[in-house]
């Protein structure tokens, strides 16, 4: 009998199955680590993207990157969902955890090409991060949440290698001093709810213009002309409720007979509207907040009393304890638009910090530099542990893991080597980016790092030498560097274990047709 072809799929769907399958999603997940790998360190460069309408972005933020390419490939898109975990979860770190996970996928098609089992590297990659792991909780360096100096040096840390050249000191003190303002103690932990951290941004002036106000900046101008520009002391209500006559639900009809009836009324109302107003100044308030309507004679009222108005749940609760406090209250001309700023509000609960720049591209820009600041800040804050940075935490890990993967034995170890060069890739990248010969660095680097004494040896780049990061003041947080592990690892061990790849036509899986490479065109059929 002659054999008969059967269509099982949708005419127009690719199929790749085993070593194949697994080629071709290391590939796509390599090119995109490679994309990102020219960002890291201070020396990094920026990407510009250009999107469908003309919109520009410049960075160099892994995260921002992943976030604007329209990424098709699918296991190119598991490098994106690292990036974005790594920025929900600690903030920083996005680009060292996608290039490691380009690095264990390289490490790991070297030993496929050597026919190890892929669950055997699976195995041995996991082992080696459990094992790093342990190796950072022991040098770790602790750290109390009051050290402000240290606490600096770990926004400056972060912010080096940010587009803001120049205004580093400056955003490093916005970020600690934010931080610290809404950190707080429960159960002997301590919190910080970057939360409560509003930011916000006009172009306009010098990034070194930008601020810190410990109370609150309404995008908002004062609601009447006459009202005053600027309150120093005094109350602030806030109040969710309308300042103005109410009207019924339901629909009704008042007769009126005689003139004298309708100016009645009328006195009636405005009596009613000053009432309101009186219960306001009543209570001492200098500044109301609504985000209800306000009458025009109630605003004009409240401004003869020297009140200015731009969340309580009805006028009846109305009383001095209600009232917030603050230094000042100021309208402020920003850039083309006026706003409310509220200053030196007593014990903050919430703080803001204003950015400033001389273009819409650089404030965006320090928006992202200054997030990831104040998330390093934040989590050095709520763990108390830090490392250098300058790739000497991964030089360590390095040196360790090859000595441990000789303990391990059988096919595993092979694994726990390539995890372990793996690392140097941070190393090098920062080097290269540098303009240092990476392999001058790397052998300097093994050689310092095989005795203890040189444990936070790192590239040095201003000199294009090794150095002691901890003296060089060069430190980061230690949760940054275990998320970067955990993230790249669970990536890599998904897409190692995906051995049959089945696309539908047009979703762009495989090659840059959509078709997985040597894959013919047309219907899949199986004999």
Not at 144 to 165: C, H, M, W, Y
Not at 396 to 404: A, G, T
Not at 417 to 436: H, L
Not at 458 to 467: E, L, M, S
Request: net charge negative.
């Amino acid at each position: 009998m002659s054999e008969m072809r059967v269509l099982i799929l949708k005419e127009g769907t690719s199929r790749s199955r085993g070593r194949e399958a697994q080629r071709s999603n290391i590939m796509a997940a390599k090119v995109l680590a490679e994309t990102v790998r020219s960002t890291i360190g201070p020396k990094g460069m920026d990407k510009m993207l250009v999107a469908g309408m003309g919109d520009i972005v410049i960075t160099n933020d892994g995260a921002t990157i992943m976030k604007e390419m329209d990424v098709q490939n699918p296991a190119a898109k598991m490098l994106v969902e690292v990036a974005k975990t790594q920025d929900s979860e600690v903030g920083d770190g996005t680009t060292t955890a996608v290039v490691l996970a380009g690095e264990l996928l390289a490490g790991a098609e070297a030993l496929l090409d050597k026919d190890i089992h892929p669950n055997v590297i699976i195995d041995g990659y996991r082992d080696a991060a459990e094992k790093a792991q342990e190796i950072l909780d022991k040098i770790a360096v602790n750290i109390k949440p009051d050290d402000q100096e240290r606490l600096r040096q770990i926004a400056i840390t972060s912010l080096n290698t940010k587009g803001i050249f120049g205004s580093q000191t400056r955003f490093a003190d916005l970020a600690v001093d934010a931080v610290r303002q809404v950190m707080e103690k429960r159960e002997g932990k301590v919190t910080a709810d970057i939360d409560l951290i509003k930011v916000m941004k006009k172009h306009g002036q010098s990034l070194d213009e930008s601020e810190l106000v410990n109370g609150i900046i309404i995008d908002k101008e004062v609601a009447q002309a006459d009202m005053p520009k600027r309150v120093t002391g005094g109350g602030i209500l806030l109040l969710n409720a309308k300042l103005e006559s109410q009207k019924t639900e339901t629909s009704a009809k008042i007769n009126i007979d005689r003139p004298e009836d309708m100016f009645n009324f009328l006195d009636e109302e405005e009596k009613l509207l000053e009432k309101m107003a009186e219960d306001v100044a009543k209570t001492g308030a200098k500044v109301l907040f609504t985000e209800k309507n306000v009458d025009d004679q109630i605003l004009s009222i409240l401004a003869k009393k020297g009140i200015r108005g731009s969340v309580i749940g009805t006028l009846k609760d109305l009383s001095k304890e209600a009232l917030g406090q603050a230094k000042l209250v100021e309208e402020v001309k920003v850039g083309e638009d006026k706003l409310v700023f509220v200053r030196d509000c007593k014990n903050p609960k919430a703080v803001t910090i204003m950015i400033r720049g001389g273009s819409e591209h650089v404030v965006d820009e320090a928006e992202r530099s200054l997030h990831d600041a104040i998330c390093v800040v934040r989590n050095a804050v709520e763990d108390g542990k830090i490392l250098a940075g300058g790739g000497a935490p991964e030089a360590e890990l390095s040196k360790r893991l090859k000595d441990y993967a000789v303990k391990v034995g059988g096919r595993e170890q092979l694994a726990v080597r390539a995890f372990a060069e793996a690392f140097e890739a941070i190393p090098v990248a920062i080097a290269q980016n540098a303009g240092i010969d990476p392999i001058d660095i790397m052998v300097e680097l093994r050689a310092k790092h095989n005795n203890l004494q040189n444990l936070w040896y790192g590239v040095n780049v201003p000199t294009g030498k090794t150095a002691d990061m901890w003296k060089l003041k060069v430190v980061e947080p230690l949760r940054v560097k275990k998320q970067v592990i955990k993230s790249a690892v669970e990536a890599v061990t998904m897409l190692l274990r995906v051995d049959d790849v089945i696309a539908s036509k047009g979703t762009g899986a495989g090659g840059p047709s959509g078709m997985p490479p040597g894959m013919p065109p047309g219907g899949m059929g199986m004999d």
